[in-house]
Protein backbone atom coordinates (compact mmCIF):
# COMPACT_ATOMS: atom_id res chain seq x y z
CA UNK A 1 0.00 0.00 0.00
CA UNK A 2 1.41 3.55 -0.45
CA UNK A 3 -1.22 4.99 1.55
CA UNK A 4 0.34 7.91 4.45
CA UNK A 5 -1.86 6.71 6.49
CA UNK A 6 -4.12 3.98 7.42
CA UNK A 7 -7.07 3.51 10.56
CA UNK A 8 -8.91 0.53 10.53
CA UNK A 9 -10.65 -1.54 13.53
CA UNK A 10 -12.23 -5.01 14.04
CA UNK A 11 -14.85 -6.96 15.76
CA UNK A 12 -12.96 -9.95 17.21
CA UNK A 13 -16.33 -10.87 19.61
CA UNK A 14 -19.52 -9.46 19.79
CA UNK A 15 -23.30 -10.71 20.38
CA UNK A 16 -27.02 -9.62 21.63
CA UNK A 17 -29.90 -11.96 23.33
CA UNK A 18 -32.91 -11.00 24.13
CA UNK A 19 -34.02 -12.55 27.05
CA UNK A 20 -37.34 -12.88 29.44
CA UNK A 21 -35.98 -12.70 33.20
CA UNK A 22 -37.80 -14.57 36.03
CA UNK A 23 -36.53 -11.60 38.35
CA UNK A 24 -38.19 -9.16 36.00
CA UNK A 25 -42.54 -9.97 37.01
CA UNK A 26 -43.52 -7.55 34.65
CA UNK A 27 -42.20 -9.78 32.29
CA UNK A 28 -40.05 -6.85 30.46
CA UNK A 29 -37.31 -8.09 28.18
CA UNK A 30 -33.60 -7.83 29.04
CA UNK A 31 -31.13 -7.20 26.12
CA UNK A 32 -27.38 -8.73 27.03
CA UNK A 33 -24.63 -7.51 24.80
CA UNK A 34 -21.23 -7.34 24.07
CA UNK A 35 -18.54 -6.28 21.69
CA UNK A 36 -15.00 -5.99 21.64
CA UNK A 37 -13.66 -3.61 19.68
CA UNK A 38 -9.52 -2.85 18.03
CA UNK A 39 -8.22 0.02 16.43
CA UNK A 40 -5.39 -0.10 14.39
CA UNK A 41 -3.33 2.98 12.74
CA UNK A 42 -0.43 3.52 11.13
CA UNK A 43 1.53 6.83 10.15
CA UNK A 44 3.80 6.65 7.47
CA UNK A 45 5.49 10.41 7.89
CA UNK A 46 5.64 9.64 11.82
CA UNK A 47 6.44 5.81 11.23
CA UNK A 48 3.90 5.53 14.09
CA UNK A 49 1.98 2.34 14.84
CA UNK A 50 -0.93 2.70 17.50
CA UNK A 51 -3.06 -0.69 18.14
CA UNK A 52 -5.50 -0.46 21.35
CA UNK A 53 -8.94 -2.40 22.46
CA UNK A 54 -11.43 -1.88 24.32
CA UNK A 55 -14.93 -3.72 25.10
CA UNK A 56 -18.50 -2.61 26.38
CA UNK A 57 -21.08 -4.65 27.68
CA UNK A 58 -24.43 -4.22 28.71
CA UNK A 59 -27.61 -6.07 30.64
CA UNK A 60 -30.34 -4.25 31.28
CA UNK A 61 -34.05 -3.58 30.40
CA UNK A 62 -34.45 -3.21 26.59
CA UNK A 63 -33.18 -0.07 25.83
CA UNK A 64 -31.39 1.75 22.14
CA UNK A 65 -28.43 2.14 24.96
CA UNK A 66 -27.87 -1.62 24.84
CA UNK A 67 -27.81 -2.20 21.05
CA UNK A 68 -24.84 -3.00 19.68
CA UNK A 69 -24.83 -0.13 17.01
CA UNK A 70 -24.63 1.82 20.37
CA UNK A 71 -22.07 -0.18 22.23
CA UNK A 72 -20.13 0.07 19.10
CA UNK A 73 -19.95 4.00 18.40
CA UNK A 74 -19.29 4.20 21.71
CA UNK A 75 -15.93 2.03 22.39
CA UNK A 76 -15.46 3.98 18.89
CA UNK A 77 -15.03 6.90 20.31
CA UNK A 78 -13.69 5.92 23.01
CA UNK A 79 -10.55 4.82 20.72
CA UNK A 80 -10.38 7.69 18.41
CA UNK A 81 -9.84 9.62 21.58
CA UNK A 82 -7.20 7.34 23.04
CA UNK A 83 -5.30 6.98 20.33
CA UNK A 84 -5.44 11.30 19.66
CA UNK A 85 -6.17 9.95 15.87
CA UNK A 86 -6.86 13.82 15.05
CA UNK A 87 -3.60 15.00 16.62
CA UNK A 88 -1.60 12.36 14.60
CA UNK A 89 -3.22 13.28 11.17
CA UNK A 90 -2.57 16.98 12.09
CA UNK A 91 1.19 15.99 12.33
CA UNK A 92 1.28 13.96 9.86
CA UNK A 93 -0.29 16.49 7.28
CA UNK A 94 2.40 19.34 8.75
CA UNK A 95 5.08 16.88 8.01
CA UNK A 96 3.89 16.41 4.54
CA UNK A 97 3.88 20.36 4.07
CA UNK A 98 7.02 20.43 5.18
CA UNK A 99 5.87 22.89 8.41
CA UNK A 100 7.88 20.81 11.39
CA UNK A 101 10.42 22.77 12.65
Do not use: C
Not at 27 to 50: E, H, M, Q
Not at 66 to 73: C, E, H, N, P, V
Request: no cysteine; proline share 3%; glycine share 4%.
Amino acid sequence: MNADIIVGYSVPNMFQHYLVMASHFDGTPVINSYISLKLWAYFRPLDKTVKLSTNRNYLDTLSTWGMLTSLADDASYYLNKKAELKSLLRQSIQIQKGDVQ
